[in-house]
């Protein structure tokens, strides 16, 4: 299997700032490449948890009796934690995003590279593919998902053809697909592409959902000076963290106690996100739109 190699490697594990005996998460463990270098940094009482609700990530688990691994989505991560008898960790680790192996396994229908069966599933237990979506949202419904979550500009153009188009003929295929939506696409066809593909994506796998879900129960999680690491591909995810990181809620909303004192959940580590430097962006392309916050829990 060949998993895409690790954006912002070294940032983020240092980002972590781990202590040998510390427990540590790994939210999207893939093809364990975080995971192996945080195990490296732990001692014989250090402990690793590692989420993935892909099952073909569970062939890449660390043999290691430190190590653990849950197949789960990271949106369960408090109640996994507890089943396994952790209430508190040191530090948490997500690398959000699709990995470069479901991009490039045809049959799971990530990618209009290859015609495949619409699916898109990063769990293949749910129920909801992108053919499903496609065949069955109103024309209202689609709008809304192209333009939240691909802020495609012609998003009722594009619902109103996908409407007109099922009607002669189900959407089943990536080449079903794009050869209904052909009349519509504006712009440079791979970009307007990139984003419908996206849309669909996050709208199966209900990701801006399950990263809000994540990011409530990691500050829950987090012992007080733990470590929360994101790294983000997209500008939905990277605002969504960025609001919560400063205010405690994705809305961004700032809460002041009786007194006028913000309420402040982390500090944060760079005012900046980090990105990559010229030399990794040449040789990993994931890197280029790859954005990472690190902050500090303060209570």
């Keep these: 299997m060949t998993y895409h190699v690790p954006v912002l490697l070294e940032e983020s594990i240092a980002g972590m700032n781990i202590k040998p005996d510390g427990v540590y998460v790994d939210v999207t463990f893939g093809g364990g490449g975080h995971s192996r270098q945080i195990i490296e940094k732990l001692g014989d009482k250090g402990r690793l948890i590692a989420f993935d609700q892909d099952l073909d990530a569970e062939q890449n688990v660390l043999k290691d009796e430190r190590f653990l691994f849950v197949n789960s989505n990271f949106s369960y991560l408090k109640r996994f934690l507890r089943v396994h008898g952790y209430s508190k960790v040191d530090g948490i680790l997500a690398d959000l995003g699709v990995s470069s192996f479901q991009f490039d396994t045809a049959e799971r229908g990530f990618s209009y590279r290859f015609d495949a069966h619409l ?10 593919t992108a053919a499903i979506l496609v065949n069955t949202y109103s024309a209202s419904e689609l709008q809304d998902v192209f333009s939240k979550y691909g802020e495609v500009r012609n998003s009722k ?14 959407i089943e295929t990536t080449s079903d697909f794009m050869n209904a939506i052909d009349s519509v696409i504006r712009g440079n066809r791979l970009k307007y592409l990139s ?4 849309a669909l994506r996050i709208e199966v796998n209900q990701e801006m959902e399950v990263l809000k879900d994540f990011l409530e129960q990691a500050h829950e999680v987090l012992n007080v000076e733990g470590r929360l690491v994101v790294i983000s591909y997209h500008s939905l995810e990277d605002r969504m963290v960025k609001q919560f990181l400063k205010t405690g809620n994705v809305e961004g909303l700032q809460k002041e106690d009786d007194f006028g004192n913000k309420y402040k959940p982390f500090k944060l580590i760079t005012k900046k996100p980090i990105v990559a430097n010229e030399k990794e962006n040449r040789i990993n392309k994931r890197a280029r739109s790859a954005k990472m916050r690190i902050a500090e829990k303060l209570e």
Excluded at 119 to 128: E, F
């Design 119 to 128: 699916d898109m599933r990063m769990n293949s237990g749910t129920d909801l």
């Design 157 to 170: 153009s594009l619902a109103l053809e996908i409407v007109k188009q099922r009607k002669n003929r189900k």
């Design 195 to 198: 984003q419908v593909f996206q």
